[in-house]
């Protein structure tokens, strides 16, 4: 996982499934969409492919050195592969309303990574404040909603190729400001952003619900 963050609405009015309920549902959606890994100890048995599922299991899994990510926008036959990703990569459970806001937001504002037609990875960007509410007092942004890769792809530039492409989205939309909340223990994540001389603006205790740590990292880069 690279990084993920706020859902589209409120804490609220959205439901939140305990960490363990999403790794099992997750298993069962995934089964058929994402690439095989297999048990260490070379037994044929327990073949996985929720990436959520490896997370806490010792995994031997086959890097994909070769692959040189293409951008690809969300389209809505694309969807499903797109909800059965974000359940496996963020332990944050995404109303019914984000995905459609994201399918009928600018295509620029996300992109998918297919490698083996499979969905590898995955940006989702919102306006922040939207177009029709842009205001004086408040900077026009993007912000970044999810930002992930599964475990076999990851360390091949995809998370920097998403990000880079967020950037660039940002600057040609003429929007100053882009950020994210990342976990606070996701170091890979704030490391990536680090990289890009995105910059730590705070931390913001008990921002996630029912997540172990709850505790936020707000990053942000001027553009």
């Known amino acids: 996982m690279i990084g993920f963050s706020r859902p589209l609405v409120q804490a609220s009015t959205f439901f939140v ?6 790794k099992i549902i997750s298993f069962f959606k995934l089964w058929m969409r994402l ?22 299991s ?3 899994y086959e890097k994909h050195s070769s692959l040189k990510p293409e951008l690809i926008p969300l389209t809505e036959t694309r969807l499903p592969d797109l909800r059965a990703l974000i359940a496996v ?12 806001h994201i399918l009928n937001a600018d295509p620029a504002l996300t992109r998918l990574v297919y490698a083996d037609s499979h969905l590898v990875a995955v940006l989702c960007c919102g306006l922040d404040p939207p177009n029709d509410m842009q205001s004086a007092e408040h900077e026009p942004s993007v912000y970044i ?3 992930g890769v599964i475990a076999p792809y990851r360390e091949q530039g995809i998370g920097s190729a998403l990000l880079r492409h967020a950037i660039n989205t940002t600057k ?11 976990q606070q223990s996701n170091t890979d994540a704030i490391r990536l952003y680090t990289k890009f001389g995105f910059v730590t603006k705070t931390i913001i205790p008990n921002y996630y619900k029912r997540i172990d740590p709850p505790h936020a990292v707000l990053v942000e880069l001027d553009c």
């Open 17 to 22: 499934l305990p960490v363990d309920t999403i």
């Open 89 to 100: 990569l963020f332990p944050v459970r995404y109303p019914e309303a984000f995905y459609s």
């Open 35 to 56: 690439p095989k890994y297999r048990y260490g100890t070379g037994s044929t048995f327990g073949v996985v492919r929720s990436a959520m599922a490896c997370k806490n």
């Open 172 to 182: 040609a939309m003429g929007r100053k400001r882009l950020f994210a909340h990342v």
């Open 145 to 147: 909603f999810t930002l």
């Open 58 to 60: 010792q995994l031997v």
